[in-house]
C-alpha cells in the first residue's frame, strides 16, 4: 500500500512570508502528528490531528497551525517565517494515533532566506 | 524534564562487525521504547520496539536491550552492512502519552 505522502518535498520561502505544506497519510489511518526536524533541536512534536479534530499540541508558537480533512489528509501552515523556522518537517500517520505505530513520510525540506 | 538522549553522536564500523547504539532515558515512568532509523532523505522508519516489562527483545539482526535500573536502551546491529548506514533514535512517549520524544541520535557509518 501506498506510504505517508508529504508535498512539496523542497521549499524555499522568505522571512515573514507563510507556507502551507500537505500531508497524505496511509489509505485508512486517521491520526496525522507532525514533527519538525533540526540539527540543533532534534525531532519535536508540533501537533497531531484525529478525525479532523487537533487532539494534542506541542510547544510551538502560534504561527504553527494545521487542520485535517475528512479524508485524513492534513495541512500545517507557519505564517511569518523566520531565518530559524528552517527544517525537515515530517508527517507521521497511524491508525490510532498518541505515540503508536507510527509511519512517517519523507518529509518537506522548508529553507527560510 | 523529559529528554531522551543518546551517548555518542557518531560511530563508524566496519562491515561484518556489529555495532552497539545507546540511548539513556530519564523518564522512569516510561513504558514503551522505539528505535527508529533514519536514512538521507527519508523521514524515520520503525526498526524495534521494547516494552518496559521486558528486557530484551530480538528482531531480524537487531536486538534491543533495555535496563531500567540505570535507565538505559541499546540497539545492537549484528553483522553491520553498508545498507545500515543511517542516523538511529531512540524514542519513548512523553509523560502525557501523547507523543514521542526523541534522541538527538547516532550517526552510524559502516565501511567496505
Known amino acids: 500500500k501506498a506510504g505517508v505522502t508529504q508535498t512539496p518535498r523542497y521549499l524555499i520561502k522568505t522571512r515573514g512570508q507563510q507556507v502551507t505544506l500537505s500531508c497524505s497519510p496511509i489509505?485508512?489511518?486517521?491520526?496525522v502528528s507532525w514533527y519538525q526536524q533540526t540539527p540543533g533541536q532534534g525531532l519535536q512534536f508540533l501537533f497531531e490531528?484525529?478525525?479532523?479534530?487537533?487532539?494534542n499540541k506541542g510547544n510551538f508558537p502560534g504561527r504553527f497551525s494545521g487542520r485535517q480533512f475528512s479524508n485524513s489528509r492534513s495541512e500545517m501552515n507557519v505564517s511569518t517565517l523566520e531565518l530559524g523556522d528552517s527544517a525537515l518537517y515530517l508527517c507521521?500517520?497511524?491508525?490510532?494515533?498518541?505515540?503508536?505505530?507510527?509511519?512517517f513520510g519523507s518529509g518537506t525540506r522548508l529553507t527560510v532566506v | 524534564g523529559e529528554s531522551v538522549g543518546l551517548h555518542l553522536p557518531t560511530l563508524s564500523v566496519q562491515e561484518g562487525d556489529n555495532s552497539i547504539i545507546n540511548c539513556a532515558y530519564s523518564?522512569?515512568?516510561?513504558?514503551?521504547f522505539i528505535w527508529y532509523k533514519q536514512e538521507s532523505g527519508k523521514g524515520p522508519q520503525f526498526i524495534i520496539d521494547?516494552?518496559?516489562?521486558?528486557d530484551k527483545r530480538q528482531g531480524q539482526r537487531v536486538t534491543v536491550l533495555l535496563n531500567k535500573t540505570v535507565k538505559h536502551l541499546s540497539l545492537q546491529i549484528a553483522a553491520t552492512q553498508p545498507g545500515d548506514s543511517a542516523v538511529y533514535f531512540c524514542?519513548?512517549?512523553?509523560?502525557?502519552?501523547?507523543?514521542?520524544?526523541f534522541g538527538k541520535g547516532t550517526t552510524l557509518s559502516v565501511s567496505s
Open positions: 490531528y484525529f478525525s479532523e479534530t487537533q487532539r
Open positions: 524514542a519513548e512517549p512523553n509523560q502525557a502519552g501523547t507523543a514521542l520524544i
Open positions: 523518564n522512569s515512568a516510561s513504558d514503551y
Open positions: 489509505s485508512g489511518h486517521r491520526s
Open positions: 521494547i516494552r518496559s516489562n521486558m
Open positions: 507521521a500517520s497511524s491508525t490510532r494515533g498518541g505515540n503508536y505505530g507510527y509511519t
